[in-house]
Structures are given as C-alpha cells and as structure tokens.
C-alpha cells in the first residue's frame, strides 16, 4: 500500500512557476513508476508526465513539453513537477500517481495510487 500527498499548489500569475511536491508511504516507493495527471474544472483527467522508479525515464503531455519537468528523490520517497511558463489554461488540480508496472504509462487506468490532488490556479 502506497499513499501519497501533494504540496506546493497555490495561485500564481502567468509566466510564473511552481513546484508540486508528492511524498509517498512505504518502503518500496522506488520500485513505482510515478506519474502527473490534473484535471480542470468541467474536463476529463489528463496525463502530465510520468517517470521510471529511477528516474532514468520520462515523458510528457505535448502541451507541458519544454514547460514541466519532472524528477525523483528515491531517498526522500519524494516525486516532483517543476512548472515553469505557466499559463491560465494549466489552471487544474494536479494528481499524482503510483503504479506497479516497471514502465511508465499515460494511462490514469495503469496506476495503482492516486494522491488528493493540489490545486494549481494561474491568473491571466
């Protein structure tokens, strides 16, 4: 069993960055491929980003490419999302997730644990 916390939300201006952090449970917290999703008011949850237990491996959504870019701290059980270039339409709650698979996934259905979600607020 994996839980999982996010921080770091807030309302920011566009241009601006913010960093999510996501702290998880458990000892085994290095052998999950982790992964972001969000999901705006009035739309469906979409990927973000995800990357390999460690670290090694990532991928993004085409529209945070160049923007977000996600990391790892195995000894802090720790993932993060840094965004940068923030835009109003990044406006969302932002998830993060945990699966057993040893590949990362864009597929919400192939991750095991889901966080509460942090909001993120980008004022035009």
């Known amino acids: 069993q994996v839980q999982l916390v996010e921080s770091g939300g807030g309302l920011v201006q566009a241009g601006g960055s913010l960093r999510l952090s996501c702290a998880a449970s458990g000892r085994t917290f290095s052998r999950y491929a982790m992964g972001w999703f969000r999901q705006a008011p009035g739309k469906e949850r979409e990927f973000v980003a995800t990357i390999g237990w460690s670290g090694g491996s990532t991928y993004y959504a085409d529209f945070v490419k160049g923007r977000f870019g996600i990391s790892r701290d195995n000894a802090l059980n720790t993932v993060y999302l840094q965004m940068n270039s923030l835009k109003p339409e990044d406006t969302a709650v932002y998830y993060c997730?945990?699966?057993?698979?040893?590949?990362?996934?864009?597929?919400?259905?192939?991750?095991?644990?889901w966080g509460q979600g942090t909001q993120v607020t980008v004022s035009s």
């Open positions: 997730a945990a699966t057993n698979r040893a590949q990362t996934t864009t597929r919400g259905s192939q991750y095991d644990y």
